[in-house]
């Protein structure tokens, strides 16, 4: 039974398990979006892995991809050697590229997580340009490594860790619900100024850094997209500075946002792209992509065992080509301004939503508390008792979908690109069930 299996996993795993404290299950089975508890309840999965499953659970051509190579006979794990499988993979996935990034682009392959492939990234710009301070956003999430973790603008996990990577710098993300930084008429205009000034002040100690590394849409810090002219701006202040722009696409990537890639959004390219999650077709495997001016690493500069994982890269290939063949970033495009238009309706018939907002399948609902004053700019203070409590109304109702951002009071919904319209609707019902309740 789940309660069987849940009392075991609390007496034997780790204290710093998190997912399970929140969502109290065990799966037995998974099917598309669905997951089957062990005591046959089933669940819409809207949280699919943190938004690794683009197509769901145990989809047929991740199946397909996984047998193909184990009746082949070819090696399972190669470290960087290479294969048939592997030049396949990186075909598909460089054919998925905007033309002008594919071209000048090179690959590394990292250690199966998208944390060991950020720390590749700071590696490779810190090594390329002999600098060593890099920028990064407030409310970023980059990884639990030390590494990730110092680039991370999340400051909770970061207190109990004192010595962190040292020249870090941390600018204000456009977080438009709470941070007028980067918004509204002047928005950009101040942003960039910022920036610019901060990069032109000698005082400031960052004239020369070796990267600036953002999220197109903040994932872990709730699902908040950045203006298109803001990532202009910032894209512009990096090219006329020479400084690397590191694009964090571990979440975003592969079709997520209603594009291939969330930069695209923006008419912008990286100098280094960095995929994991959904590249690699459910199972661990992450990549970096970079422009090969960059690539002054000695041979040996990011070593790694698990770094020629075939079966990742057989699955990885087939989502790849399946998102592609089947406009699953168009659809992910319109079943996101469907689910935006739908909660928005539901913002209006209750009291505790300040936000509804999103690309593509990445959706945030920032819940708050009327209760209390807004600020300046009308925002109204989070309210993650409330958000925790919805999301377990939902849970009780047969959904899946994780509490984020800053202050714990975003409902987050990554669901698989291949939901069914069907299957939206009914996770709306459930949702907005599931705050009437919460909220009485
Ligand atoms: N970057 C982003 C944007 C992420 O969302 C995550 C994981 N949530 C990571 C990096 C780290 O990936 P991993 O957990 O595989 O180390």
């Not at 490594?145 to 109990?160: A, F, I, N």
Request: proline content about 6%.
């Amino acid at each position: 039974s789940n309660e069987a299996l849940l009392t075991m996993q609390a007496q034997r795993e780790s204290n710093a398990r998190s997912y399970p404290r929140r969502l109290p299950l065990a799966i037995k089975r998974a099917e598309g979006v669905y997951v089957t508890d062990m005591d046959g309840k089933q669940y819409i999965d809207c949280l699919a892995g943190a938004g690794t499953l683009a197509l769901g659970h145990n989809h047929a051509v991740v199946r397909e991809a996984i047998e193909e190579v184990m009746k082949s006979y070819l090696p399972l794990h190669t470290l960087d050697l290479t294969t048939p499988v592997k030049e396949a993979f990186i075909d598909e996935l460089f054919a998925s590229l905007p033309r002008s990034f594919a071209e000048k682009a090179k690959i590394q392959f990292c250690g199966p997580t998208g944390g060991d492939a950020i720390e590749a990234a700071l590696k490779l710009v810190k090594t390329a340009t002999g600098n060593r301070a890099i920028l990064s956003f407030h409310g970023g999430y980059h990884g639990s490594t030390h590494g990730t973790l110092s680039v991370s603008g999340t400051t909770d996990p970061k207190k109990k860790i004192h010595a962190l990577v040292p020249d870090t710098h941390f600018l204000p993300y456009p977080y438009e619900y709470r941070c007028p930084f980067g918004i509204g008429k002047d928005g950009h205009r101040i942003s960039s100024t910022y920036i610019e000034n901060l990069l032109d002040d000698p005082e400031s100690g960052i004239v020369t850094p070796a990267g600036v590394i953002v999220e197109v849409v903040q994932g872990e810090g709730g699902s908040i997209p950045a203006p298109i002219e803001w990532l202009k701006e910032l894209r512009r202040i990096t090219k006329e500075r020479n400084i690397p722009l590191i694009i964090d696409e571990v979440q975003t990537g592969i079709g997520r946002t209603g594009k291939m890639f969330a930069f695209e959004h923006a008419g912008i390219e990286p100098d280094v792209l960095v995929l994991s999650k959904a590249v690699g077709g459910s199972l661990p495997l992450s990549v970096v992509l970079y422009d090969r001016r960059l690539d002054k690493w000695e041979p040996g500069a990011h070593i790694g065992t698990f770094r020629g994982n075939q079966m990742a890269m057989a699955t990885g290939r087939a989502t790849i080509r399946f998102v592609k063949e089947n406009q699953l970033p168009e659809y992910a495009h319109k079943m996101g301004s469907y689910i935006i238009k739908q909660l928005t309706s539901i913002q209006k018939q209750v009291s505790s939503i300040g936000d509804v907002r999103g690309r593509g399948l990445m959706i945030g609902v920032e819940i708050i508390n009327p209760m209390k004053q807004p600020n300046q700019i009308g925002s109204y203070p989070a309210y993650p008792e409330l958000a925790k409590k919805i999301q377990q109304e939902c849970f009780k109702r047969g959904i899946i979908l994780e509490v984020g951002g800053r202050f714990s009071s975003v409902i987050r919904l990554l669901p698989p690109l291949i939901i069914s319209k069907e299957q939206i609707d009914e996770v709306l019902d459930r949702f907005y069930e599931a705050i009437a309740s919460a909220e009485s």
